[in-house]
């Protein structure tokens, strides 16, 4: 598709609109609207069926009303009337265009580019969607006068055609330009300050660290001393017994030496040494049966750990809280046990 010499003469006004270009302004939330006249370019196609009523290259004239969401970014919207001659006749034909477009303006330059959709309608020819791409030119006779030329390619989505058009028009910008930062004041020269003497490294000056020599990984307070947290430790005990049995198997002498060493490591600790049994015989046997195996396991902690005897405490539960339900071995199994454990809480530093 050839440009018409009417078309190359309004890309010739574009170039010669550069000539008398004033400064572009700060366009930034500001709402523009223009008036334009077009060339428009159908496809070659369109002019040889009569689907779209044949027509030809011809003149129309329209408005953009617009939104600049900053320097780079603007919002378009274009609404176009079209008087198209027919290829076939002497007659022309009516034809609408409405389009949303996404323009780019190129930083310190008055060019810009833009893409949209658009819905074409063609007198006797039905409606046809379309994408555009292009690209412009905008010279400033004024902050809020423009002159502006454009070029577009717009590519059929229904039916695969090829239009183009040449744009020139005049743009408003309407509102205040936004207003320049203004410059901010050089800082007057401040006479340097003699830092503080803070000797150990914690952020607090010596005249008033009330903890001088702090360790450098300890987190401190506003007086220079190391901070604390409480924290809550605990050493649990389990042990299994043989069927019918009271007597501790060896394997538990490390864990039973372990809990002793946790009570001796916290002498404000006391611990409970809970006996259970399994499900089967008497209730009352084998309550004594699981106090006798709470007994055992205190009598360890006692004569053979040292622990004082008031802080140990010996209780058999029978079979009240079994661990496991059921009647089965593997259930009696885990049911005969020893339970005890001991919480206490103990101060830490605070790490920076």
């Known amino acids: 598709m050839k440009l018409s010499t009417s078309a190359l003469a309004i890309l010739a006004a574009l170039s010669a609109s ?61 609404l176009v009337k079209q008087r198209l001659p027919q290829t076939t006749t002497d007659d022309k034909i009516d034809g609408d265009r409405i389009g949303l477009n996404v323009v780019h303006n190129f930083t310190g330059s008055n060019f810009y580019v833009l ?49 183009a058009n040449v744009k020139l028009g ?55 001393c190391s901070i604390f947290m409480e924290k809550e430790v605990s050493f649990a005990l389990k042990a299994q017994f043989a069927n019918d049995s009271a007597v501790v198997k060896p394997e538990y002498d490390a864990e039973i030496a372990e809990l002793a060493a946790f009570l001796k490591r916290f002498p404000g600790t006391d611990v409970e040494v809970g006996g259970h049994a399994s499900n089967v015989g008497t209730p009352a046997y084998n309550l004594k049966l699981s106090q006798r195996r709470a007994d055992a396991i205190a009598k360890i902690l006692v004569e053979q750990h040292g622990i004082a005897s008031n802080r140990v405490s010996a209780r058999g539960y029978g079979i009240t809280q079994p661990k496991v339900a059921g009647n089965t071995p593997a259930a009696h199994a885990a049911n005969r046990r020893i339970e005890a454990k001991v919480t206490a809480t103990v101060k830490e530093k605070v790490e920076r």
Not at 57 to 76: C, F, I, K, M, V
Not at 209 to 221: A, E, M, Y
Request: with cysteine; hydrophobic share 35%.
């Open 18 to 78: 550069a000539a008398v270009a004033a400064d572009k302004p700060l366009v930034s939330d500001r709402v523009f609207g223009s008036v334009f006249t077009e060339y428009y370019l159908p496809d070659q196609d369109k002019g040889e069926t009569a689907d779209y009523g044949y027509i030809h290259e011809g003149w129309g004239y329209g408005l953009e009303l617009g939104y600049h969401l900053d320097e780079n970014w603007a919002l378009r919207l274009d």
């Open 115 to 163: 893409g949209g959709l658009n819905r074409l309608d063609v007198e006797d020819a039905g409606d046809e969607s379309a994408v555009n791409i292009g690209v412009g030119y905008r010279a400033y006779l004024t902050e809020r006068v423009s002159l502006f030329g454009e070029m577009n390619r717009f590519q059929g989505l229904g039916e695969s055609f090829a239009d």
């Open 170 to 224: 005049m743009s408003v910008l309407f509102g205040d330009a936004p207003a320049a930062p203004e410059p901010t004041a050089a800082p007057e020269p401040v006479a340097p300050v003699q830092a503080p003497v803070d000797s150990d490294k914690d952020g607090v000056p010596d005249s008033s660290d009330l903890c001088p020599g702090t360790p450098i990984t300890d987190k401190v307070d506003a007086t220079g």
